[in-house]
């Protein structure tokens, strides 16, 4: 089992930045590939990034290519998900998860967080 909790979310004007953090707590953080994912309302829940257990692989959206980053910090149980030039399409709830397999399809994630709420508005 693992436990994850997403923080950072908030309201930020277009063309602004964020950076979500998820820390995560009980089973060996390496075993796990971690993804973010995020759902719109009346949208289906879909991939932002995916990152391995190292941080060497990683998988993207493509309307978040360019934009955003995602990384891990193994030492400290961390992921992070930074957004640069934010619009109103990303105006979202955002989970991270973690699965087994770096994978895009969110069926290959185990376990979940609660979502933070990021909301791009001016």
């Known amino acids: 089992q693992v436990q994850l909790v997403e923080s950072g979310g908030g309201l930020v004007q277009p063309g602004g930045s964020l950076r979500l953090s998820c820390t995560t707590t009980?089973?060996?953080?390496?075993?796990?590939?971690m993804g973010w994912f995020r759902q719109a309302p009346g949208k289906e829940r879909e991939l932002v990034a995916a990152i391995n257990w190292n941080g060497e692989s990683t998988e993207y959206a493509d309307s978040v290519k360019g934009r955003f980053t995602i990384s891990r910090d193994n030492a400290n149980n961390m992921m992070y998900l930074r957004m640069n030039s934010l619009d109103s399409d990303d105006t979202a709830l955002y989970y991270c998860?973690?699965?087994?397999?770096?994978?895009?399809?969110?069926?290959?994630?185990?376990?979940w967080g609660q979502g933070t709420q990021v909301t791009v508005s001016s």
């Open positions: 998860a973690a699965g087994f397999a770096l994978r895009r399809d969110m069926r290959a994630y185990n376990y």
């Open positions: 009980g089973r060996t953080f390496t075993m796990y590939a």
